[in-house]
């Protein structure tokens, strides 16, 4: 599985951007995850989205944050409105397949990472 990151950029507090991750390989029956590092810190859960539609979102984005898949284009969309400026990180999406104890809230649920993409956010 191969995942692109994009739709990053500047934008002020407030804002909305929509990143999207095109997948390619054998994508389809994959969880697809949102995650971002801070500079400076770890990376940190955003949110995920199952094949069939299922999502989850940490509790900073929850009503804000919108996860969604597009399994015809094999393109995951995270839509970000009302940002803060401590959400400026390097966004990456992920993708992982069903593993028995391992939460899709957690980096090792997933094999895969795309590059990651640049998020600013200005006061």
């Known amino acids: 599985v191969q995942l692109q990151a994009c739709g990053g950029g500047l934008v002020q507090s407030g804002g909305s951007l929509r990143l999207s991750c095109a997948a390619s390989?054998?994508?389809?029956?994959?969880?697809i995850g949102w995650f971002r590092q801070p500079p400076g810190k770890e990376r940190e859960f955003v949110a995920t989205?199952?094949?069939?539609?299922?999502?989850d979102y940490a509790d900073s984005v929850k009503g804000r944050f919108t996860i969604s898949r597009d399994n015809a284009k094999s393109t995951v969309y995270l839509q970000m409105n009302s940002l803060k400026p401590e959400e400026t990180a390097v966004y990456y999406c992920?993708?992982?397949?069903?593993?028995?104890?391992?939460?899709?809230?957690?980096?090792?649920?997933?094999?895969?990472w795309g590059q990651g993409t640049l998020v600013t956010v200005s006061s």
């Open positions: 992920a993708a992982g397949v069903p593993r028995l104890g391992i939460p899709t809230t957690t980096l090792r649920y997933y094999a895969f």
């Open positions: 989205i199952s094949w069939d539609g299922r999502t």
């Open positions: 390989g054998r994508s389809l029956r994959h969880h």
